[in-house]
């Protein structure tokens, strides 16, 4: 199907494409665009963001990775029948989850797979080429929403399926997006690709539930000069990112953006800590629970607890839709490198920015000032030339002494 002249569409290829998360985004996206639900949650959807020139929703493509072969619309049965999707919306919307799942191409490594590091990122730039091709998209972002892995091994080590798939990204010429905790762009290979290709690129972990409200709190605390002695919080929850984090390591990456908010926001880093729990009978949702404590006047010890029961999947979807919008846009109106202004939407945020909500909300704004101010390419110009766009090879890791002589 030809792209319109005056409408160029977006791709948005999404690791992890058939988990909870990804299988929320595009029934979420279809519902919203067929008016069976408002837009609830989409900050881009507000008027902060009029004429910014994003993507209309309508203009979005999906496809991804996975590793997976469960269809999407048997996802989305699924995620009905826990509570996640409402009834009869999966339904009316599985022509677009079809369509949506007919661009899926196997991921990895997977066990036994014997392709070194330089062909899986092959594989995978040329499979998100192709879908650009294809759709004839203008451009195509790529966003991370696989389950969290665990932390990095270090030099010499091989290197993690996320990073994979950002090095992938930047030689397909795509715009990036890590939501997840896993390294990703984080890693020093990927950076100094991603420096060196001057793509935009954001993450990473998205804030949706008891970061989001730390980053609240914390604040309050600095500004009404109170000292929190201690904040330690558990987290309960299921589905495939209670399964992951059930891992030490997955958690102890999970928690170190946890602990960054608070670190940023008090200035300092109270006792206590994050435990992660996983319970498979809670499924998609979780609870995260807190407790605060800290002095007032005079010494006088308080407690603040805080409760926050929720829908990872429905906390996180509108969020990445927020944020394929704003990253292809910001690609288009000529922004390179980390997008600081998104670290709204993340507890470890890339580049320079604050810590607190409220000044990310307000570095936020500014965002939608600058797009709304930076214009926008004339209407069919060639779609699909970024998408191509990029290094002509895989990036190659260091030759330094401790990976001299290790394949690619």
């Excluded at 990253?327 to 202004?341: C, I, K, Q, V, Y």
């Excluded at 990310?360 to 699909?384: D, I, V």
Aim: proline share 8%.
């Amino acid at each position: 199907m030809s792209a319109s002249l005056t409408r160029p569409r977006v791709g948005v290829w999404l690791i992890g494409a058939r988990g909870s998360v990804a299988t929320t985004v595009v029934t979420g996206c279809a519902a919203v665009t067929a008016g069976l639900h408002p837009p609830t949650g989409m900050v881009t959807e507000t008027s902060m963001f009029a004429e910014s020139g994003l993507p209309a929703l309508c203009d979005l493509v999906f496809g991804g990775h996975d590793t997976v072969d469960c269809p999407l619309p048997k996802r989305a049965e699924t995620l009905t029948a826990g509570g996640v999707l409402p009834p009869g919306v999966a339904t009316a919307v599985t022509t677009e989850l079809a369509a949506a799942d007919r661009e899926i191409r196997p991921g990895g490594p997977t066990p036994g797979d014997t392709r070194s590091e330089a062909e899986l990122i092959t594989a995978f730039a040329d499979d998100i080429r192709d879908f650009a091709r294809r759709h004839e998209l203008r451009r195509t972002v790529v966003v991370n929403v696989a389950s969290t892995e665990p932390a990095s091994q270090g030099p010499g080590a091989p290197l993690p399926a996320s990073t994979l798939y950002a090095l992938a990204a930047l030689r397909a010429g795509c715009p990036y997006v890590n939501f997840t905790p896993s390294e990703g762009m984080h890693h020093p290979v990927a950076a100094r690709e991603a420096e060196r290709s001057g793509l935009p690129h954001a993450g990473r972990d998205g804030k949706t539930g008891q970061t989001l409200l730390r980053a609240v709190l914390g604040p309050m605390f600095a500004q009404r000069a109170l000292t929190v002695r201690a904040w330690s919080g558990t987290n309960l929850l299921g589905g495939g990112d209670g399964a992951a984090l059930a891992d030490p390591a997955a958690a102890a990456a999970k928690n170190a953006g946890k602990e960054r908010v608070l670190a940023d926001t008090l200035g300092t880093v109270p006792e206590g800590e994050v435990h992660i729990d996983d319970v498979p009978a809670l499924g998609d949702w979780k609870t995260a629970w807190d407790h605060i404590a800290f002095d007032g006047f005079l010494g006088t010890r308080m407690i603040l607890q805080t409760i926050w029961q929720g829908c990872d999947s429905a906390l996180a979807a509108p969020l990445v839709l927020d944020l394929a919008r704003l990253t292809a846009r910001a690609h288009e109106a000529g922004l390179t490198g980390p997008l600081g202004d998104l670290g709204f939407y993340f507890k470890d945020p890339v580049g320079d920015g604050p810590a607190s909500l409220g000044e990310q909300y307000a570095a936020l704004g500014r965002l939608g000032e600058t797009l709304r101010g930076a214009g926008a390419p004339a209407a069919g110009s060639a779609p699909g030339a970024v998408a191509g766009a990029g290094p002509t090879r895989p990036p190659e890791r260091p030759q330094d002494e401790e990976t001299q002589g290790r394949r690619p």
